[in-house]
């Protein structure tokens, strides 16, 4: 085994689900608890945590109802994206020093197998960017256009909860890729002056009055090819009524309904599908991950010379994750959340 000169940890701090959330989650559904870590194995490494991610698909994860992924258990660390410094190892795959992405995050240490993990290319880019730009994030926002909207070049696209980590890439990799037109929806002054900043030729305030008309004005007679959807409700309803024939909407998240009780009332349009034609495809980045490669290279040049930028929201302490994963249900991330441990 090979392992640096510190003393090895033995525990882990880490952030349990207490109780499940009713609605918006609360401080109380969380705990900040110490566990033991298992003896390390053949094929297996430990992790010191550098960055862990907080994202909204968690939300469901805390429900005990059955999805596309197994419910978080009551009384046991939650688990998420994760890039750190590999401190021991019993694998000829990772070395000590390696950095890797992994999906054990909530806590400071992770033990887990090699090849359940995957090499960070520092020599592109900061550790924390294969947890957004150049990770599960990146790709969610490459594959979503591409491989699901089948986005062509001079489309007009229009992207809701736009300053996200997956929005911003989503509306600057369609602007790398040719879109005539690019619209994006947000849920502040700052944060629609952002999307302009960074190649947007259009941004609105859904908080400024109802999204159907702040959409149709934006995007003129035209209207739109693509919509990429984050947020579900209201958006999905107004992105239907601007969308051309034989228009396309990836279905990537419904960030308006995560803490709802009630069922949604929009959209109330739907037929408008028929006759416009249109494809509306829900999908899991999950089942894009053969894009993997293809993505990393692409967008990792655009970082390096400037047609992409990112943002990271970047919050302090392990302790501090829950209070970073509610301040991202409520919108408070620009860009990527991120908690640094």
Not at 52 to 81: E, T, W
Not at 157 to 171: E, I, N, Q
Not at 244 to 251: I, L, N
């Amino acid at each position: 085994m090979s392992a640096n000169t510190t003393t090895l940890p033995r525990t882990t701090r880490e952030i349990q689900l207490a109780s499940r959330p009713h609605g918006r989650p609360v401080p109380e559904n969380f705990r900040l608890a110490e566990s033991e870590l298992p003896e390390l194995q053949d094929g297996q490494v430990l992790v010191r945590n550098q960055f862990i991610s907080v994202d909204p698909y968690m939300r469901g994860r805390m429900n005990d109802v059955k999805s596309y992924s197994a419910p978080f258990a009551l009384d046991a660390a939650l688990d998420g994206g994760a890039v750190g410094e590999v401190i021991a190892s019993r694998s000829e795959e990772r070395k000590v020093g390696d950095v890797v992405v992994h999906s054990l995050g909530w806590r400071e240490f992770a033990v887990l197998d090699a090849a359940a993990t995957s090499l960070a290319r520092t020599d592109l880019a900061p550790a924390s960017a294969f947890l957004g730009a150049l990770g599960m994030t990146g790709l969610t926002a490459y594959a979503g256009l591409l491989k699901v909207a089948d986005f062509k070049p001079g489309e007009v696209v229009f992207v809701s909860g736009a300053a996200g980590a997956v929005g911003s890439l989503v509306g600057q990799i369609a602007k790398a890729m040719g879109a005539s037109r690019v619209i994006g929806s947000a849920g502040s002054p700052e944060k629609v002056a952002r999307l302009l900043e960074l190649g947007f030729d259009a941004a609105f305030n859904y908080n400024d009055g109802p999204v159907a008309g702040q959409l149709a004005a934006a995007a003129g007679e035209r209207g739109i090819d693509v919509y990429f959807d984050n947020v579900g409700g209201e958006h999905l309803e107004a992105a239907l009524s601007a969308l051309t024939v034989g228009g396309r909407v990836a279905m990537c998240g419904a960030i308006a309904q995560y803490n709802s009780t009630e069922p949604s009332a929009a959209p109330r349009n739907l037929m408008q599908a028929i006759g416009k034609q249109l494809t509306l495809k829900g999908f899991l980045v999950g089942g894009y991950w053969q894009h993997m490669d293809e993505f990393v290279r692409t967008v990792s040049a655009w970082v390096a010379d400037g047609t992409v930028r990112y943002d990271e929201t970047v919050v302090d302490g392990l302790e501090n994750a829950p209070q970073a994963f509610m301040d991202l249900l409520d919108g408070a991330n620009t860009g990527k959340m991120l908690v640094r441990i």
